[in-house]
């Protein structure tokens, strides 16, 4: 089949792309059960350089491919409710998506309207001085209230008072949002006829005129004696005790916000609306109506109020009943569980030594000694020879005991004193001289030395072409050597050494004469020994001597005697 | 003012999921998937994108001296795509689906 390109499953310019994400706590169908808690937010995606431009604008000039933007957030500008998407209306809606043909249901979406407060942030206690109360109660939590005042005090049956229904209602200050908690200690709460409506910190948010209530709120106001641009719109300044500080920094904010005086600036915190609205609209209605139910649900009768008491003696009563119950509970042993962990531990230590597993050591190599071939360490180390060790005991000038060296007694006189400084300097001046005397020496060494190198590399600088033959012996020679070795050769060149006598050389000194010895006298000439002749003559003097008697025995006639073997001389030669 | 509309017109649509947490992540690629089936709808399976490895090596030390060791520090990204066609009703519960934490979900949707 030919490459086709593949048709892609989704085509990006006619798609819309959305994060899942979790709905926000603002939105007020976060506490709506049936819609779902996530919903699709549409991402933007925008090119890069377009998007830092933008973030460049509001000061965040990185160059990374983050999106900034997305944490900016709107200045809390006006804002109104809308009935079309109040809380009670919360069937479907279709949305129109830029890419006309999606449509998915508004649920999936986050709605458009959000809430100031969070839902978390509801239930949060407000901790701190709760300063939207009543300003009676605010001043009652004061420390320095003062209780014997009269006026102070509450009337005993302030609840019934609080409970009757009446038009005072009306000219409470309704705050839509915050009819939950802060308005239970309101609602109750009735003092004077002066403190009708309560000094919250309202938001004029086109509930009531300003008209209705300001009148009154000016007139009350005006009692008091502080008044400054404060006090319209929070109960800091008269409640809570100034000090000198304090009411120095309410003065110098007085006049720091002189500037603002100007009308057509807002207030701060909350802006205000300017309008007006009839009494009778339908609008106003549906809200006290709203404000009612809820009072209704959080306002605590009376009824209920009186049982209370009965209760209690009740509940005091089965404390007592409970305590008198012996309760058996019983104490199962608990199972001896073993591990092989645990059973190891409960060796003894007297037998069972637990110690750190150590590698083997390694076996080293046997390393043999390269003179002796006999391997090393091995046998025992050979002790001092005789000759060091008569050297070691022969007494040198060095270890002779120094003064400076031997440790000072505690207890020295004066005269001990001087007399053991002036050894030491006696020492001291000694060593110098030592000391400078080796310095000589070896400096004169050195020299000499560096000297002979200094010729020995000239000679070799010189390449060996100078050399000089001597005419006698016929070596080389440099020239100024030739000079010393010319008489000397030619004394002793042709002349024969004399073989050396180490005896002799060895002999000198000594008492012992070298003089040479008498030629050994000369022997008479050794006469040769002719004891074979003798052997055979005597045996044959023997035999015929035995003949002869034989034969004398037997009357024979007697043989003749063996002939002699020594030459008689020439005298006697005929007889034989 | 609400506005009801007659035609199921079924769209296509492509989930993303992006982590760098495998096992979250296939967590939430089960139930979308088995939460799609259930409802009959024609779900491709999960296309798992090469992961992107994200590695720093750099010195141990706060100052310059020492042996020079480093350390390797590894970010990995693993991707998973999940294409459906499906009426936009049902698109409300596709997104009441618990998510993991950590668990990026990017929903683009196209016309059929």
Same mark, same amino acid.
């Given at each position: 089949?030919?490459?086709?390109?593949?048709?892609?499953?989704?085509?990006?310019?006619?798609?819309?792309?959305?994060?899942?994400?979790?709905?926000?706590?603002?939105?007020?169908?976060?506490?709506?059960?049936?819609?779902?808690?996530?919903?699709?937010?549409?991402?933007?995606?925008?090119?890069?350089?377009?998007?830092?431009?933008?973030?460049?604008?509001?000061?965040?000039?990185?160059?990374?491919?983050?999106?900034?933007?997305?944490?900016?957030?709107?200045?809390?500008g006006p804002s109104e409710l809308i009935p079309s998407c109040s809380q009670s209306d919360v069937q479907e809606q279709t949305l129109l998506i830029p890419t006309p043909g999606i449509k998915l249901p508004s649920s999936v979406f986050a709605s458009d309207f959000e809430e100031d407060v969070g839902l978390l942030n509801k239930a949060a206690p407000v901790s701190g001085p709760r300063l939207d109360f009543d300003p009676d109660i605010v001043a009652a939590l004061d420390d320095d209230f003062d209780f014997d005042n009269p006026d102070n005090l509450l009337e005993d049956d302030f609840i019934l008072q609080a409970n009757e229904p009446s038009g005072e209602d009306?000219?409470?200050?309704?705050?839509?949002?915050?009819?939950?908690?802060?308005?239970?200690?309101?609602?109750?709460?009735?003092?004077?006829?002066?403190?009708?409506?309560?000094?919250?910190?309202? $938001?004029?948010?086109?509930? =009531?005129? *300003? @008209?209705? &209530?300001?009148?009154?709120?000016?007139?009350?106001?005006? +009692? !008091? #004696?502080?008044?400054?641009?404060?006090?319209?719109?929070?109960?800091?300044?008269?409640?809570?005790?100034?000090?000198?500080?304090?009411?120095?920094?309410?003065?110098?904010?007085?006049?720091?916000?002189?500037?603002?005086?100007?009308?057509?600036?807002?207030?701060?915190?909350?802006?205000?609306?300017?309008?007006?609205?009839?009494?009778?609209?339908?609008?106003?209605?549906?809200?006290?109506?709203?404000?009612?139910?809820?009072?209704?649900?959080?306002?605590?009768?009376? $009824?209920?109020?009186?049982? =209370?008491? *009965? @209760?209690? &003696?009740?509940?005091?009563?089965?404390?007592?009943?409970? +305590? !008198? #119950?012996?309760?058996?509970?019983?104490?199962?042993?608990?199972?001896?569980?073993?591990?092989?962990?645990?059973?190891?531990?409960?060796?003894?230590?007297?037998?069972?030594?637990?110690?750190?597993?150590?590698?083997?050591?390694?076996?080293?190599?046997?390393?043999?000694?390269?003179?002796?071939?006999?391997?090393?360490?091995?046998?025992?180390?050979?002790?001092?020879?005789?000759?060091?060790?008569?050297?070691?005991?022969?007494?040198?000038?060095?270890?002779?005991?120094?003064?400076?060296?031997?440790?000072?007694?505690?207890?020295?006189?004066?005269?001990?004193?001087?007399?053991?400084?002036?050894?030491?300097?006696?020492?001291?001046?000694?060593?110098?001289?030592?000391?400078?005397?080796?310095?000589?020496?070896?400096?004169?060494?050195?020299?000499?030395?560096?000297?002979?190198?200094?010729?020995?590399?000239?000679?070799?600088?010189?390449?060996?072409?100078?050399?000089?033959?001597?005419?006698?012996?016929?070596?080389?020679?440099?020239?100024?050597?030739?000079?010393?070795?010319?008489?000397?050769?030619?004394?002793?060149?042709?002349?024969?050494?004399?073989?050396?006598?180490?005896?002799?050389?060895?002999?000198?000194?000594?008492?012992?004469?070298?003089?040479?010895?008498?030629?050994?006298?000369?022997?008479?000439?050794?006469?040769?020994?002719?004891?074979?002749?003798?052997?055979?003559?005597?045996?044959?003097?023997?035999?015929?001597?035995?003949?002869?008697?034989?034969?004398?025995?037997?009357?024979?006639?007697?043989?003749?005697?063996?002939?002699?073997?020594?030459?008689?001389?020439?005298?006697?030669?005929?007889?034989? | 003012?609400?506005?009801?509309?007659?035609?199921?017109?079924?769209?296509?649509?492509?989930?993303?999921?992006?982590?760098?947490?495998?096992?979250?992540?296939?967590?939430?690629?089960?139930?979308?998937?088995?939460?799609?089936?259930?409802?009959?709808?024609?779900?491709?399976?999960?296309?798992?994108?090469?992961?992107?490895?994200?590695?720093?090596?750099?010195?141990?030390?706060?100052?310059?001296?020492?042996?020079?060791?480093?350390?390797?520090?590894?970010?990995?990204?693993?991707?998973?795509?999940?294409?459906?066609?499906?009426?936009?009703?049902?698109?409300?519960?596709?997104?009441?689906?618990?998510?993991?934490?950590?668990?990026?979900?990017?929903?683009?949707?196209?016309?059929?």
């Amino acid at each position: 089949m030919p490459h086709k390109k593949k048709k892609p499953f989704i085509d990006k310019k006619k798609a819309v792309s959305f994060h899942l994400v979790h709905r926000s706590q603002r939105d007020p169908l976060a506490a709506d059960d049936t819609a779902p808690q996530r919903v699709l937010l549409p991402t933007q995606k925008r090119e890069d350089e377009e998007r830092r431009a933008e973030q460049r604008k509001y000061g965040v000039f990185f160059d990374d491919d983050y999106d900034y933007l997305q944490h900016l957030k709107e200045p809390s500008g006006p804002s109104e409710l809308i009935p079309s998407c109040s809380q009670s209306d919360v069937q479907e809606q279709t949305l129109l998506i830029p890419t006309p043909g999606i449509k998915l249901p508004s649920s999936v979406f986050a709605s458009d309207f959000e809430e100031d407060v969070g839902l978390l942030n509801k239930a949060a206690p407000v901790s701190g001085p709760r300063l939207d109360f009543d300003p009676d109660i605010v001043a009652a939590l004061d420390d320095d209230f003062d209780f014997d005042n009269p006026d102070n005090l509450l009337e005993d049956d302030f609840i019934l008072q609080a409970n009757e229904p009446s038009g005072e209602d009306e000219q409470m200050d309704v705050d839509f949002r915050r009819y939950e908690i802060e308005n239970d200690s309101d609602g109750k709460y009735v003092d004077d006829d002066m403190e009708n409506s309560d000094e919250d910190d309202y $938001d004029s948010e086109g509930l =009531l005129s *300003d @008209e209705e &209530l300001g009148e009154t709120q000016r007139y009350l106001f005006l +009692e !008091e #004696e502080t008044k400054s641009r404060f006090t319209d719109y929070s109960m800091t300044s008269s409640v809570m005790r100034r000090n000198e500080q304090l009411t120095l920094l309410d003065e110098r904010f007085e006049k720091f916000f002189e500037q603002f005086d100007d009308d057509e600036i807002g207030a701060l915190d909350n802006a205000e609306l300017e309008g007006f609205i009839h009494a009778d609209s339908n609008r106003l209605q549906e809200v006290l109506n709203d404000y009612y139910k809820e009072k209704a649900k959080n306002c605590v009768k009376l $009824d209920t109020l009186e049982p =209370l008491e *009965d @209760e209690n &003696l009740l509940i005091n009563e089965k404390d007592e009943d409970e +305590e !008198e #119950e012996i309760v058996t509970v019983v104490i199962e042993e608990p199972e001896e569980k073993w591990d092989c962990e645990s059973i190891c531990s409960t060796y003894s230590n007297l037998y069972n030594h637990p110690q750190l597993i150590k590698c083997p050591p390694k076996p080293k190599h046997i390393q043999l000694s390269s003179k002796t071939g006999i391997p090393l360490n091995v046998l025992p180390q050979k002790g001092p020879t005789a000759k060091q060790v008569e050297r070691m005991q022969m007494i040198n000038d060095s270890d002779l005991p120094r003064v400076s060296v031997q440790p000072r007694c505690k207890n020295e006189t004066k005269e001990d004193r001087k007399v053991r400084k002036q050894a030491i300097r006696e020492e001291r001046k000694e060593r110098r001289v030592e000391k400078k005397a080796n310095r000589l020496a070896f400096k004169l060494e050195k020299r000499r030395q560096e000297k002979e190198l200094l010729n020995l590399k000239q000679n070799v600088a010189d390449g060996n072409l100078k050399l000089c033959r001597c005419d006698v012996c016929g070596r080389s020679f440099a020239p100024d050597v030739l000079e010393r070795h010319g008489p000397i050769c030619k004394r002793l060149f042709n002349k024969k050494r004399k073989p050396f006598n180490s005896l002799k050389q060895r002999l000198e000194g000594t008492d012992i004469l070298t003089v040479r010895r008498s030629p050994p006298a000369k022997m008479p000439p050794v006469k040769k020994s002719n004891w074979r002749q003798q052997h055979e003559d005597f045996i044959n003097a023997i035999r015929s001597a035995k003949q002869c008697t034989l034969a004398i025995k037997e009357g024979r006639p007697l043989p003749s005697p063996p002939p002699p073997t020594i030459n008689p001389g020439w005298g006697l030669l005929c007889f034989q | 003012k609400t506005l009801v509309e007659p035609e199921v017109a079924i769209h296509r649509g492509r989930i993303t999921l992006t982590s760098h947490n495998v096992k979250s992540l296939e967590k939430v690629r089960a139930d979308l998937i088995g939460g799609a089936k259930e409802k009959n709808l024609k779900v491709k399976g999960p296309v798992r994108m090469p992961t992107e490895t994200l590695q720093i090596t750099i010195r141990k030390t706060p100052c310059g001296e020492g042996s020079k060791t480093w350390d390797r520090f590894q970010m990995r990204i693993y991707k998973r795509l999940i294409d459906l066609h499906s009426p936009s009703k049902i698109v409300k519960p596709i997104t009441s689906i618990s998510i993991e934490s950590g668990v990026e979900v990017e929903v683009t949707i196209a016309d059929a």
